[in-house]
């Protein structure tokens, strides 16, 4: 059982003026757990140190790792409280679970809101187009190359239909026992 979040591009822009070509929007928080935040770049940043700390925090209150679901309900926890003056992003948690022994996947809205899917989620400029690539292309039960064949079909033909995206992408392929991360080149237009 994998799990592969991926958030499209690697492009930080304003509007239709590419200022960066490899802006991170995902960032491991612990073994085999990923927070991917895809919207406004000085709230990334400020959510993604929120988020450190408030796991360093845990873990020496606890005495051990967040599980995926924890770290998402936290993380829902942090977007609420700042509900009237909100952080712009739009959080994808990806993840596996090692004490149920299955992968976990949520995205939320940009004050919280938890989902929770069977399948896939998606998030970032080309959020739309992707939807519909993944859904075209996703299955049950696909293995690990499979899952990147599918993912990078999906994100080099979602970025072919948005012409603000772009720059490749980076991909992170989380199994029981390991993460292989991938970069994807794309178009650079």
């Known amino acids: 059982?994998?799990?592969c979040p991926s958030l499209p591009d690697l492009r930080f822009g304003i509007n239709r003026h590419t200022v960066m070509t490899d802006f991170p929007k995902t960032f491991e928080m612990g073994p085999g757990l990923f927070v991917g935040l895809a919207g406004l770049a000085t709230d990334i940043q400020t959510v993604q140190q929120k988020l450190n700390f408030r796991?360093?925090?845990f873990e020496l209150r606890e005495g051990?790792?967040?599980r995926p679901n924890t770290f998402s309900t936290m993380l829902s926890h942090l977007l609420y409280e700042r509900r009237f003056g909100?952080?712009?992003v739009n959080p994808i948690v990806a993840g596996y679970d090692y004490v149920e022994n299955k992968p976990f996947i949520s995205s939320m809205d940009l004050i919280g809101a938890i989902t929770i899917p069977e399948d896939f989620v998606a998030a970032g400029t080309s959020e739309?187009?992707?939807m519909g690539m993944c859904e075209a292309l996703w299955f049950e039960n696909m293995n690990p190359e499979e899952l990147f064949e599918a993912t990078s079909q999906a994100i080099m033909n979602s970025f072919d239909r948005d012409s603000l995206a772009g720059w490749g992408a980076e991909v992170h392929i989380i199994e029981k026992h390991q993460v292989t991360t991938r970069r994807i080149k794309t178009r650079m237009d």
Request: aromatic fraction near 14%.
């Open 64 to 66: 051990r790792k967040m």
């Open 86 to 88: 909100p952080f712009f």
């Open 1 to 3: 059982m994998t799990v």
């Open 128 to 130: 739309d187009s992707l």
């Open 55 to 57: 796991m360093k925090m």
